[in-house]
Every structure is written in C-alpha cells, then in structure tokens.
C-alpha cells in the first residue's frame, strides 16, 4: 500500500499532477494499492472548480487509485504570503485530517516542490510508524528563488533553509528525523543536495522517462 502525498494532482494540468497520475496508474497495474493525499484542486488561478468546493474532506477512486483531497485555501500561482498561506493549510490540513481517514500503508512518499508537502509526509509516516520516502524534483531555493518568491535578501535566505529542510535527513541529532530514502530525478540534483545536509548514503537516482545525455 503506498501513500503518496502531493500537492498537485487532476484535473489539474501541471508537471507534478500529470507525473503522479502516471505513476499512480502503473503502481495499481503493478497490483499495488495506491492511495493518494491531496487538496482540492485550484491551481494555477487560485479558484475551486464545482463539485470540490464548500467541503473540508473528500474521497474519490479513479482508474483503482483512491483519492483523499483535504482543505486548502486555494490561492493563485502568484505572489508570496497568499501561495505561502496555501502552502502550509495544504500542510495542515493532510496531517490533521490524512492519518485518520486513510488506513496504514506500507510506505508513505511525498515529492518536492514545495517542501511543506514533504513535512506533512514526514509526520504521516512518523504517526503510522512507516517508512518515508522524499521525492527531490527540485532543489527549493533554486527553483523558487528562480520564480521571484524569494525577492529579497530574508526571503533567499529562507530559500537556503527550504532546501536544507527539503531534505529531510539532517544527522540524527537534529530535530529532523532522517528519510529512510531520498529519491532524485537527476544525478544533478543529488550535487546539490550532497552539498547541503543530505545524507548521500540514502540518495538514489530515479531518471525521468527521457536521456540524462542529450546533446
């Protein structure tokens, strides 16, 4: 049973959505069950399509991939505070309500960008005594310091530490409990993360579906 939290899932049209949905699919043809957390759907203009809208809680099953959509304050792909805001409802309300409406599976993964996502799939797994899976699609302070989020000086330097928490496997020591495994798309990606607090004993490479060599 593999629990994958995600921020992004259809009918949302984005990268994450289409290649969870992709995933998802073959896992259950794979004979695995999957169960997917997710929020309502509101991306990219911030707007709740009818039949999700006015509830807190929500289950579907589509192609044998069960779906749980959680709240969230359904703010636009723009701006700071109101896509951080988003963000950590998204957070909340998977930990809140996720744990106690989905039965205990086997692993639980959650994939990057953003890292808030990747919180609440630590906290899952510590709460169902799993093992945790961290999807690094992106190093965050890269890629949302590449979309003005981070404008200023404070807000790079909180991109810096989204990346470090991004990983999730600072030494044992920290407040941070370890990932049992860090997956990456990319051997660059594990570069960067290596040179941040990441472990590169628990790094892995899962390449996209394409060339890592094209000229």
């Given at each position: 049973h593999i629990c994958f939290l995600s921020h992004y899932f259809p009918p949302e049209v984005n990268a994450p959505a289409n290649r969870l949905w992709d995933n998802a699919r073959q896992w259950v043809r794979d004979g695995h069950t999957v169960t997917v957390l997710t929020v309502f759907p509101h991306h990219p203009v911030g707007v709740v399509p009818p039949g999700y809208r006015r509830r807190w809680?929500?289950?579907?099953?589509?192609?044998?991939?069960?779906?749980?959509?959680?709240?969230?304050y359904p703010a636009a792909n723009a701006g700071f505070l109101r896509r951080t805001?988003?963000?950590?409802?998204?957070?909340?309300?998977?930990?809140?309500?996720g744990p106690f409406v989905i039965r205990r599976p086997d692993v639980v993964v959650a994939?990057?960008?953003?890292?808030?996502?990747?919180m609440a799939g630590f906290a899952f797994s510590w709460l169902k005594r799993v093992p945790f899976v961290f999807e690094v699609r992106d190093p965050a302070s890269s890629t949302q310091s590449g979309m003005g989020i981070y404008a200023s000086a404070s807000r790079h330097w909180l991109g810096v530490q989204v990346l470090n928490l991004d990983?999730?496997?600072?030494?044992?020591?920290?407040?941070?409990?370890?990932?049992?495994?860090?997956?990456?798309?990319?051997p660059g990606t594990v570069t960067v993360s290596a040179q941040q607090t990441v472990t590169p004993?628990?790094?892995?490479?899962?390449?996209?579906a394409g060339s890592l060599d094209i000229t």
């Open positions: 809680l929500m289950h579907e099953r589509r192609e044998g991939v069960n779906i749980v959509r959680t709240f969230v805001l988003g963000y950590i409802s998204a957070m909340l309300s998977m930990v809140l309500i994939t990057s960008p953003q890292f808030f996502i990747a990983s999730l496997s600072a030494p044992a020591s920290s407040a941070i409990t370890p990932a049992s495994v860090t997956v990456t798309a990319t004993a628990i790094l892995t490479v899962t390449a996209n």
